[in-house]
């Protein structure tokens, strides 16, 4: 059963305006949350985490918001950039786990010029 | 810069034929992962280990195995290949669950 979802498969932005990407999660234990951004044919790239025990981490472009409440983070890219088109994985770890991290499907970001 | 290097890019095998990924990290990162990419599945974690000789299965395991003799290597081994195995396998390390997996680039099996 996904513990981890990105409902949407896809989104297009125009360069310059924000993109927000949605992550739903169901276990209320998950103690960390990551973003990662793919490219074609490479291993997917670190990009951004929160605690658990926070509400929002800033960095650069790059902003996650966490929602305790509702199980749901978000990743906000302002401005974007057509840089930034690639594939972006939420993902969820427990500490008891071993960091093991489990994935969403993926959103496919396509920013325009 | 962690490294994680995967030591093939590509590689076609035959049906029932036992295959080896290997995996090396030069960080001397405790935790270790293999995951497979499917389209329309994202990734999925087929085994983990966080310690020389320790592994735990992963959300699909069956069909694979791993070994982790030394701290730094950690190898994904298909007992008999099967068309199904046929994926984008990902490697990667870590130290804590802050600081996120460094993957390698993956390494794309075809089984025929």
């Known amino acids: 059963d996904q513990q981890v979802k990105q409902n949407s498969p896809s989104l297009s932005v125009q360069e310059g305006r924000i993109s927000i990407l949605n992550c739903d999660y169901t276990?209320?234990?998950?103690?960390?949350f990551l973003w990662y951004k793919k490219y074609p044919a490479e291993g997917p790239t670190f990009l951004i985490s929160i605690s658990s025990i926070k509400d929002k981490n800033e960095d650069g472009r790059f902003t996650v918001f966490l929602n305790k409440s509702a199980k749901h983070l978000s990743l906000h890219i302002v401005p974007s950039q057509p840089g930034d088109s690639a594939v972006y994985f939420c993902a969820a770890s427990l500490v008891d786990s071993g960091y093991a991290l489990n994935f969403g499907k993926g959103t496919s970001l396509l920013v325009t010029p | 810069d962690v490294k994680v290097t995967q030591s093939s890019r590509y590689l076609v095998k035959r049906t029932g034929e036992k295959v080896f990924l290997e995996c090396v990290q030069d960080?001397?990162?405790?935790?270790m992962f293999w995951y497979r990419q499917d389209p329309g599945l994202g990734l999925r974690l087929i085994y983990f280990s966080y310690d020389v000789k320790m592994k735990e299965k992963g959300d699909i395991p069956e069909g694979y195995s791993v070994s982790r003799e030394k701290k730094e290597r950690f190898s994904l081994i298909l007992e008999s290949a099967s068309t199904n195995q046929t994926s984008m396998y990902l490697c990667?390390?870590?130290?804590?669950?802050?600081?996120?997996?460094?993957f390698g680039s993956g390494t794309r099996l075809t089984v025929v």
């Open positions: 960080m001397d990162h405790e935790n």
């Open positions: 990667a390390s870590s130290l804590d669950g802050m600081q996120g997996y460094t």
């Open positions: 276990n209320s234990m998950f103690d960390y």
